[in-house]
């Protein structure tokens, strides 16, 4: 049973860093692609960044330079570094998982609340 578990959200004020830790049982990590996604009150979910198993990395254009995406496939665990955190990096913060061969994403987490103040 694949399960994605994050943690590692929080509170922090403008400027700060938060990193992100999903945590994944269930399936062979190594071989699948994973990404992070957030969602703010009254707005869709939006894709942040995505890594596939060769550990290419993708970015949004919003969180470019300031995010960074790893993961530690020998922890079966994917991180999201987050500095320089702004007002609107507030969301719930998702990490999901697909097979590489799929353009779409099967396996999603519970999510992790970022907040950041100004």
């Known amino acids: 049973q694949v399960q994605l578990v994050e943690s590692g959200g929080g509170s922090v004020q403008s400027g700060g860093s938060l990193r992100l830790s999903c945590a994944a049982s269930?399936?062979?990590?190594?071989?699948?692609?994973m990404g992070w996604f957030r969602q703010a009150p009254g707005k869709e979910r939006e894709g942040v960044s995505a890594?596939?198993?060769?550990?290419?990395?993708t970015y949004a254009t919003s969180v470019k330079d300031r995010f960074t995406i790893s993961r530690d496939n020998a922890k079966n665990t994917l991180y999201l570094q987050m500095s320089s955190l702004k007002p609107e990096d507030t969301a719930i913060y998702y990490c999901?998982?697909?097979?590489?061969?799929?353009?779409?994403?099967?396996?999603w987490g519970q999510g992790t609340q970022v907040t950041v103040s100004s």
């Open positions: 999901a998982a697909r097979p590489c061969w799929k353009s779409t994403y099967n396996y």
């Open positions: 890594i596939d198993d060769r550990g290419y990395t």
């Open positions: 269930g399936y062979t990590f190594s071989v699948y692609c």
